[in-house]
Structure formats: structure tokens, C-alpha cells
């Protein structure tokens, strides 16, 4: 038997993780601690800017992305879920070809699909307005530039960061399983709630996870859709480090989103067993 | 059974809904990109290739696409190395603190991306590093990196370990025996997750907005001229783009064929 390698091969990948992911988190949360305004580290450290973080308002933007992560998790999820399951049930050259389409847009720059959504949206001159008003002489409004429209925009982007892990999920399900339940006098309900959605398990809490965390840090979606309607936490935090300058701030804000994505990927993990998700 | 004909139906519609809702922004971008008016008034009145015209002369879309181009091929490069590495820790062996390092490796995807972008903007500045498009490309990797590692691993799952031991036995080295063996069964894995890696970082918004400095990457462009200073040629800048990444993709397909002929 010869000696067992595998840390040697994990070693390029652990430093470089330790130097790129590790330390730039531990800089973030020292300069979260500096006096506000302040441009260098020092070790004149202290609590004040999350003090102010709290006082301030800044609890409002953090609310806003905390509360659309959530609805785009869950929206996604109840869209996903029909899709992954027809996709699964149906192989075969159609189904692949409609996995392909959904996973094609995923490589379209978000800014360039965003930039489509609006000009869809738009009123008066835009694709939808346009289109029924030069064909059926109907005028409609928008919901450009309100909340809403933020959150279809997060829908959109993010259903096939969701669609994609429930597909594994769904595959874990064995068929005689169903089955078994229907011919035991489950209803459809009841196989749902008791034996697909437990199996499938997996691929729920990967896909709602890698959805919730990618809508915390979104800001595209509201800055191209929301309009003013909106202000999430990225772009506070964006404006603290930009226009005014303080980046102490900045970094304290950044670390609560740290904490609050920490606190669910951290137990999430520890759960998931990804060998078996992917190992088919 | 009827039901089943309406059941069938159902499904056809939904899939096709969901495929057409995922499809109508991107067609949106093209028809807008054929307007000549800064304020959009669809139908057209005048449908032109206008914008695409003035795109090709403007010398910010080769600048933009190098730009692009270079971060990506170099994140390639390293996510590839890391990825293919790191895979062997993940898959191949079966070590001591394997469980952990599984767990730990993935954590960056489940990061918000802007947050990895300033953290990054933090460190280089009190290193005295100024950004630029290199700091982007380490942006890039550490959130690439950690998904190529699943997506050559994943082929490693299927690897038959004894194929090597049986190499060992037979006399060939150990460059040998990576040479011959465990690289081509790599290989599928690892252009994969060069493709992923590719396309990843080609499209990428979140992970360059503080870390770019100076060089703008595409995205970056189109989302801070989709909110200020709009013309048609934003749209058609965005559709060239999607095609170029469209023909590196093609193009890399057509490499790997013409090798998969060759042995």
C-alpha cells in the first residue's frame, strides 16, 4: 500500500482558500472595528460603528434583503419544484434540450438579462407596452421602479440557482417509494409532505441555501428595477464605501451580513452530504 | 386513462411557460438593440443595425471584451490547476481530514459575492495594492474555484482506483501512470469545469464591482450605462458579447473534438 496523499492535494487549495477567503474576512471585521472615517488598521479598535449601525437605520436596508432573500427562496422553490419534478420524470431528447435552455441563461451576464426585464417592463415605448398597444390598442402601466419589479428580477435570475441543486434532490427520490405510498392510500398531498419533499431534502436545502445567499448580496435587481423603490443592504453598503467615504462603516455593515449568512450556511453544511448528492 | 392527455398538457404548457419567461428579457435586448433612439419607442419606427455599427467602430468594445477575456482565461487557468488538485483531495483519496476539507471548500460559493468582493477591496488596500483587473481575477477564483473542484469531482466519484494500482504493478512511474491514467480519466471533468470556469467569470457582475479598479470588465459597462447614459448601443454591446462567449465556447468544443479524434 503506498502512502496516502490526499492532504498533499488539498494543501494548494486550503492556503490559497486561507489567503483569499479567510484572511480578506478577518481584515473586514478589523476594519469594521476602526474609529469611523478612518483609512488605515490600527489597534485603536472599538464597538461604535455597530452602535451606530443600529441606530442609524441601518436596519431597514439589511430588513428589505433579509425579507426578499426569503419570498425569492420560497417563490423559487414553489416554481422549481413542478419543474424539476417533469424534468425528472420526462428523459429523453425534449427534456434535455429544455434542461439546456434553462441552464443557457445562467451564462448571460445578469446586467444584460436585468437590462432586458426593464426594457420589457418599460412603459408607454417598451416591449410589452409597445407591442399590445401597436397590436391590440390596449395601454397598460408597469411595475418598473417598484418593489415588485425587484423581486420578479430576483425570481428571474436566481430560479435556476434553485432549479438546478432540486433536480439532484428530485433524482434522489426513488420511484417505488411513490408508488408504495399511492398504493398504501396516500394522497397527493400526503406523498408530497411525507416521502418527496423528505427525500428530496437535499437538493432543497442546497438550492434554497445557494438562493437565499446569492440574494442577500444582490443589488443589480433593485438598482436596475427597483428604481428608489427599494434600498437593499448592498447598496448601502456600496454608498458607505463610495460617496461617503466612511469605510469603517462599510465594513461593520459587511459584517453583519457575514453573520447572518455564517449563522445559515454553517449548520447547513455541517448537514448536507454533497458526496451522495453527486456521487450517482 | 383521459386524464392523462390533460396532465401531458399541463406539464407541456408549464415547461414552455417557464422557458419562454426565461427567454423574453433576452429577446428584449435584441429588439432593443435595433432602435436608433435614445428613448425607446417600441415598435420602431426605423428598425436599423445602427448601434452594431457604431459598437464596431467604438474602440470600448475591444477594450471591454480584452478586458473581459483576460480575467476569464486567466481564472480558467487557476481555477483549472486548483480545481483539478483540489478534486484528487476531494474525490480521489480517501484521507484523514477529508470530511472537513469537503465542508470547508465549498464555503465561498455559499458566500454573498459582493461581500467576497470587498473583503478583497479591504485587503488589497491595506497591502497597498491598488485594483485593477488581477484583483478581479483572484475575486473571480475564489468563488470559481471551490465549483470547478465539485465539477471534476464529480467525475473522480466514477474513477476506478484500481486502474492505477494495476499501472503501479505492471512497473510504469509515477508520471506515468498520471499520464496515461488518471489524467485522461480527468479529462472530461476538467474541461467542463474550464468551460464552467470560462462562462462563470465571463458573465460575472457581483464579484467585479469593487475589485476591477480601472478596467472595466463588460458586465460592469453595461450595468453602469443601463442606469446612466443609455443608447441602443448598450444593447447591441451586450448581444455581441453574448456572442463571443457564445464562439470561445463553440470554439473550445470544436478543440476538444479535434483532440477526441486525434487519440
Not at chain 1, 113 to 134: C, D, K, Q, Y
Not at chain 1, 178 to 202: N, Q, Y
Amino acid at each position: 500500500m503506498r502512502r496516502n496523499p490526499g492532504l498533499w492535494y488539498a494543501l494548494p487549495l486550503i492556503v490559497a482558500m486561507l489567503l483569499f477567503f479567510a484572511a480578506p474576512m478577518v481584515i473586514v471585521v478589523w476594519y469594521s472595528l476602526m474609529p469611523p472615517r478612518s483609512f488605515a488598521l490600527t489597534t485603536d479598535i472599538g464597538l461604535q460603528n455597530y452602535r451606530s449601525a443600529f441606530a442609524d437605520g441601518y436596519g431597514r436596508p439589511l430588513m428589505w434583503s433579509l425579507l426578499g432573500a426569503a419570498l425569492t427562496t420560497l417563490i423559487t422553490a414553489v416554481l422549481a419544484w413542478p419543474t424539476a419534478k417533469i424534468l425528472h420524470r420526462h428523459t429523453g431528447r425534449w427534456a434535455s434540450l429544455v434542461t439546456a435552455l434553462i441552464a443557457l441563461p445562467i451564462f448571460i451576464s445578469e446586467s444584460v438579462r436585468l437590462f432586458g426585464l426593464s426594457v420589457f417592463l418599460m412603459p408607454g415605448g417598451g416591449i410589452l407596452a409597445g407591442t399590445l398597444n401597436a397590436l391590440f390598442d390596449v395601454q397598460i402601466g408597469t411595475i418598473l421602479n417598484t418593489r415588485l419589479a425587484a423581486l420578479v428580477g430576483m425570481i428571474y435570475i436566481h430560479f435556476p440557482f434553485m432549479l438546478f441543486p432540486l433536480l439532484l434532490g428530485v433524482a434522489m427520490i426513488p420511484a417505488d417509494r411513490i408508488e408504495a405510498a399511492r398504493d398504501l392510500g396516500a394522497s397527493s398531498w400526503a406523498v408530497l409532505r411525507e416521502v418527496e419533499l423528505p427525500l428530496a431534502a437535499p437538493g432543497l436545502l442546497v438550492g434554497g441555501l445557494l438562493t437565499f445567499v446569492l440574494c442577500l448580496g444582490a443589488n443589480a435587481e433593485a438598482a436596475i428595477l427597483g428604481g428608489r423603490a427599494v434600498t437593499v443592504i448592498t447598496a448601502t453598503i456600496e454608498q458607505r464605501f463610495n460617496y461617503a467615504q466612511d469605510w469603517p462603516m462599510g465594513a461593520a455593515l459587511t459584517v453583519l451580513v457575514i453573520v447572518v449568512t455564517a449563522a445559515l450556511v454553517f449548520p447547513a453544511v455541517r448537514r448536507i452530504d454533497l458526496n451522495r448528492m453527486l456521487r450517482r | 386513462m383521459s386524464g392523462g392527455r390533460h396532465i401531458l398538457w399541463l406539464k407541456v404548457i408549464w415547461v414552455g411557460t417557464v422557458v419562454t419567461a426565461l427567454y423574453l428579457p433576452i429577446v428584449s435586448v435584441i429588439l432593443a438593440s435595433l432602435a436608433n433612439t435614445r428613448y425607446m419607442r417600441f415598435p420602431h419606427r426605423v428598425w436599423t443595425l445602427d448601434a452594431y455599427r457604431a459598437a464596431a467602430a467604438d474602440y470600448t468594445t475591444v477594450t471591454l471584451h480584452m478586458i473581459s477575456l483576460q480575467i476569464a482565461l486567466c481564472v480558467v487557468l487557476v481555477s483549472v490547476l486548483l480545481g483539478t488538485i483540489g478534486a484528487m483531495a476531494y474525490a480521489r483519496y480517501d484521507w484523514k481530514g477529508r470530511s472537513l476539507f469537503q465542508r470547508l471548500i465549498v464555503l465561498p460559493i455559499f458566500f454573498p459575492q459582493p461581500v467576497l468582493g470587498l473583503a478583497l477591496l479591504l485587503s488589497m488596500s491595506a497591502l497597498g495594492i491598488a485594483p485593477s483587473w488581477k484583483t478581479a481575477v483572484v475575486a473571480h477564483a475564489v468563488w470559481i474555484v471551490p465549483i470547478v473542484t465539485l465539477v471534476i469531482s464529480i467525475r473522480l466519484f466514477g474513477y476506478d482506483v484500481a486502474q492505477e494500482e494495476a499501472a503501479f504493478d505492471l512497473g510504469a512511474s509515477r508520471w506515468q501512470v498520471a499520464r496515461e491514467i488518471t489524467l485522461p480519466a480527468l479529462w472530461p471533468g476538467i474541461f467542463s469545469g474550464a468551460l464552467f470556469a470560462f462562462l462563470l467569470s465571463w458573465s460575472n457582475l457581483p464579484l467585479s464591482v469593487y475589485t476591477s479598479g480601472a478596467d472595466t470588465p463588460l458586465p460592469l459597462w453595461l450595468f453602469s450605462r443601463t442606469a446612466t447614459n443609455y443608447s441602443p448601443l448598450v444593447p447591441a454591446i451586450a448581444v455581441i458579447g453574448t456572442f463571443v462567449s457564445g464562439l470561445i465556447v463553440l470554439l473550445l468544443l470544436a478543440v476538444r473534438q479535434l483532440l477526441a479524434r486525434r487519440t
